[in-house]
């Protein structure tokens, strides 16, 4: 049930680059990973575009402040996304999903895709960025259903963002994001036909990792940034986890 890499760079590079952008995902790379996550939404004009946050005023500095959804992708790809960061990525700007994409593809990274939506763009979202990924894997997808460990996974906490990339591209895997695990989960995941559970493992017990797993789902966690905590969840039936500290693909045994 859980067909991909178990160890994966968080928002690309993790604590070493700007978040979200190809130098993070160069950076990534470059540490041994071809397992990456990243936070995926939609400019005004419906391109997909990584981002996280929903409003501007921490890691794009110009503009300070507005919503992203509120600006093109032409004005977006042309915003600085690494100045805050540091000096050495200034300029590196906001990439868009598709860019991101072909990077991964001709590294062979596989791509944990989170759809990140602005609130009032939810469904809107979640068919954009299965469309765009559809797009890049049409082969994949009609080859066959064996093919499932080469194709991109999509997340979110957005139910409805996942629904709605259910509806538009059911042969994209889906992953429902939680927090903490909510009373809900199992139908959730069947509801969304999703393969797996992501839950935040500051919220992860041992209880909660054999009922996920007990059901036939695939058990992920995010973030974990500590080597003893990545091997204890990970003897506890987790599948695989992201993590910031890059330095965790050297000494923790991957595939
Ligand atoms: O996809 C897991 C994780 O990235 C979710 O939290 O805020 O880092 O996007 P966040
Ligand atoms: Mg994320």
């Given at each position: 049930m859980?067909?991909?890499?178990?160890?994966?760079a968080?928002?690309g590079?993790?604590?070493l680059?700007?978040?979200?952008?190809?130098a993070?995902?160069?950076c990534?790379?470059?540490?041994?990973?071809?397992?990456?996550?990243f936070?995926?939404?939609?400019?005004?004009?419906?391109i997909?575009v990584l981002?996280?946050?929903?409003?501007?005023?921490?890691t794009v500095l110009?503009?300070a402040?507005?919503r992203?959804c509120?600006?093109t992708?032409?004005?977006?790809?042309?915003m600085?996304?690494?100045?805050?960061?540091?000096?050495?990525f200034r300029?590196?700007?906001?990439?868009?999903l598709e860019q991101?994409?072909?990077?991964c593809?001709?590294?062979?990274?596989w791509?944990?895709?989170?759809i990140k939506?602005?609130?009032?763009?939810?469904v809107?979202?979640?068919?954009?960025v299965?469309?765009m990924v559809?797009?890049?894997?049409v082969?994949?997808i009609q080859?066959?259903?064996q093919n499932?460990a080469k194709?991109?996974?999509?997340?979110s906490?957005s139910?409805?963002?996942?629904?709605?990339a259910?509806?538009?591209?059911p042969?994209?895997?889906?992953a429902y994001?939680?927090?903490?695990?909510?009373?809900?989960w199992l139908?959730?995941?069947?509801?969304?036909d999703a393969?797996?559970l992501?839950i935040?493992?500051?919220?992860?017990s041992?209880p909660?990792?054999?009922?996920v797993?007990?059901?036939?789902?695939g058990?992920?966690?995010y973030?974990?940034?500590?080597l003893a905590r990545?091997?204890e969840i990970m003897a506890?039936?987790?599948?695989?986890?992201?993590t910031?500290?890059?330095g965790?693909a050297?000494?923790?045994?991957?595939v």
């Amino acid at each position: 049930m859980w067909p991909y890499p178990n160890i994966v760079a968080h928002r690309g590079g993790g604590i070493l680059a700007p978040e979200n952008t190809l130098a993070a995902m160069r950076c990534g790379l470059a540490h041994g990973f071809h397992a990456v996550e990243f936070d995926v939404m939609l400019s005004k004009d419906g391109i997909p575009v990584l981002m996280h946050d929903v409003e501007f005023g921490r890691t794009v500095l110009n503009p300070a402040t507005g919503r992203v959804c509120d600006f093109t992708a032409a004005e977006l790809v042309a915003m600085d996304a690494g100045s805050w960061f540091s000096p050495e990525f200034r300029g590196e700007t906001i990439p868009l999903l598709e860019q991101v994409i072909v990077f991964c593809q001709k590294n062979h990274i596989w791509m944990n895709v989170e759809i990140k939506p602005d609130p009032a763009w939810e469904v809107e979202t979640g068919r954009a960025v299965a469309q765009m990924v559809r797009q890049h894997y049409v082969d994949v997808i009609q080859d066959d259903h064996q093919n499932q460990a080469k194709l991109p996974l999509l997340s979110s906490f957005s139910f409805d963002a996942l629904m709605a990339a259910k509806l538009a591209v059911p042969d994209i895997p889906r992953a429902y994001l939680v927090e903490a695990l909510p009373a809900d989960w199992l139908q959730c995941l069947q509801k969304l036909d999703a393969i797996a559970l992501h839950i935040d493992h500051q919220h992860l017990s041992l209880p909660i990792a054999k009922a996920v797993k007990q059901a036939g789902f695939g058990l992920f966690c995010y973030t974990v940034n500590d080597l003893a905590r990545a091997q204890e969840i990970m003897a506890w039936g987790v599948d695989g986890f992201c993590t910031d500290q890059l330095g965790l693909a050297s000494i923790y045994p991957h595939v």
